[in-house]
Nanobody, 115 residues
Framework: QLQLVESGGGLVQPGGSLRLSCAAS????????MGWYRQAPGKQRESVAR???????YYADAVKGRFTISRDNAKTTVYLQMDSLKSEDTAVYYC?????????WGQGTQVTVSS
């Protein structure tokens, strides 16, 4: 009921910025909690940020103050603005939608922070 496609990843220097987008198709988008997760090589997937249907947002301590999650229900898209990027932010970033106890995942987009 939700198909998710991430975009916007790439290579950026430390201190730089990127904006990830997650385009969703499906009628439940406006009701779903949307989130961004990331998985670095050799590490478990971890939560980065999530935003509920009403717009309240929550962040992992590691990204608080640097990343901003937002959603546009009219465009059925969720964004992750990433500023002041660090090498430890390097990972594959995944979009997740959750509704009615079901999780939907995108295919992921690579973010590499390196000089």
């Amino acid at each position: 009921q939700l198909q998710l496609v991430e975009s916007g990843g790439g290579l950026v220097q430390p201190g730089g910025s990127l904006r990830l987008s997650c385009a969703a198709s499906g009628s439940i988008f406006s009701f779903a909690t949307m989130g961004w997760y990331r998985q670095a090589p050799g590490k478990q997937r971890e939560s980065v940020a999530r935003i509920i249907s009403g717009g309240s947002a929550y962040y992992a301590d590691a990204v608080k103050g640097r990343f901003t999650i937002s959603r546009d229900n009219a465009k059925t898209t969720v964004y992750l603005q990433m500023d002041s990027l660090k090498s430890e932010d390097t990972a594959v970033y995944y979009c997740k939608g959750s509704w009615n106890y079901v999780d939907y995942w995108g295919q992921g987009t690579q973010v590499t922070v390196s000089s």
